[in-house]
């Protein structure tokens, strides 16, 4: 049996991965499109039961932070309360810091994807996630994000494909009326802001860019 203290620490590392099973939350409206982030294919994210930062090798829909941390924004920072505990989704339902077998069993397998949840939300939103993915997918982006500060050519093609992404958000805010609250779970989180995985930055208003802090992502080439 579970002996959870209900300290909070794990919800404060971030809201878990969506799972097939989650699905009816989205349907219900008990999780909307702005409670929700999609870490795309080959982002660096934090894997929970290894307790490392590795590239994830299948996309995953989360619960977003709170404040601008990752900390699960159904948590209630005073009193370590779950908003939406009897509703929580299944891999909270898994976590046990005492016993992490459930949690391992479950933990990549079944996870929610944009092809599945986007259809249930908006007949177009998936259309849009293909169709950006197309050419932001991170197989393509993360080689070149690792050579660009020696290689100039894999420079101009990752600016290409950032100023891209940007442009593809706000056209489709204007053109096809995605809210901004929908944005981080149709296209994931801009790439702009994950270049900072990589250790780079754009300098001189985005037309150029720079080395910045640490490379965190393994190097793949
Ligand atoms: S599962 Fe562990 S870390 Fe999470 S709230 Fe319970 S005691 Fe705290
Ligand atoms: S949904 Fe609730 S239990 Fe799950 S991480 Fe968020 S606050 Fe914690």
């Given at each position: 049996m579970s002996r959870c203290k209900a300290c909070g620490a794990c919800c404060r590392r971030g809201g878990p991965a969506l799972h097939r099973e989650d699905l009816a939350l989205l349907e219900a409206g008990i999780?909307?499109?702005?409670?929700l982030v999609t870490l795309r294919a080959g982002e660096l994210a934090r894997?929970?039961?290894?307790?490392v930062l590795a590239p994830l090798s299948g996309e995953a829909i989360t619960l977003a932070g709170s404040g601008g941390l990752?900390?699960?924004?159904?948590?209630?920072?005073?009193?370590?309360?779950?908003?939406?505990y009897a509703e929580r989704p299944a891999q909270c339902r898994a976590q046990c810091c005492e016993d992490t077998s459930a949690l391992a069993a479950m933990y990549d397998r079944g996870r929610l994807t944009r092809a599945e949840a986007l259809p249930q939300l908006h007949p177009d939103w998936s259309a849009l996630a293909g169709a950006h993915e197309d050419e932001c997918a991170w197989a393509r982006l993360a080689p070149l994000a690792l050579r660009a500060p020696y290689d100039a050519e894999a420079g101009r093609l990752l600016l290409e494909a950032v100023r891209f992404d940007q442009a593809f958000r706000e056209l489709a805010v204007e053109r096809?009326?995605?809210?901004?609250?929908?944005l981080l779970l149709i296209f994931g989180r801009p790439l702009r802001v994950l270049l900072a995985d990589f250790g780079l930055a754009f300098a001189d208003g985005g037309g150029r860019l720079v080395r910045s802090g640490l490379l965190l992502y393994p190097d793949i080439l």
């Open positions: 999780l909307p499109p702005a409670a894997d929970d039961v290894r307790g990752w900390s699960c924004l159904y948590l209630d920072a005073l009193s370590n309360r779950c908003a939406i096809a009326a995605v809210p901004d609250a929908a």
